[in-house]
C-alpha cells in the first residue's frame, strides 16, 4: 500500500507541474500581461479561467486531478509516529 501512495504522489505531483505550466503557456498565448497577473496576483488565475474556459479548462482539469491523487496519496501514506 506505501509502494502505491508513493506511486500516486509522484503521479500527482508530475500531473499537477504539467498542468501548472500548460496554463502559464496558455496565458502566454493571450497576452504576456496575463502571465504576470497569474503570477503575481492573487486570484487572476481564476479570472483568467472564467474568461477562456474553452482554452484553459483542460490545464485546469490536470492541475485539479494532480491535486486529487496528491490528496490520495496522503489519504494511503502512513504517517509518522512522533
Known sequence: ???LGYLFLMLGLTLTTI?????LITCF???LWWV????FIP???ILFLFIHW???SKPAA?????GLL???AMLTLPTPIS
Do not use: D, P, R, Y
Open 19 to 23: 498542468g501548472a505550466l500548460w496554463f
Open 1 to 3: 500500500m506505501e509502494i
Open 29 to 31: 498565448m493571450k497576452s
Open 62 to 66: 490536470t492541475v485539479v486531478i494532480g
Open 70 to 72: 496528491i490528496g490520495a
Open 36 to 39: 504576470l497577473a497569474c503570477i
Open 54 to 56: 474553452k482554452e484553459a
Open 43 to 45: 486570484l487572476a488565475e
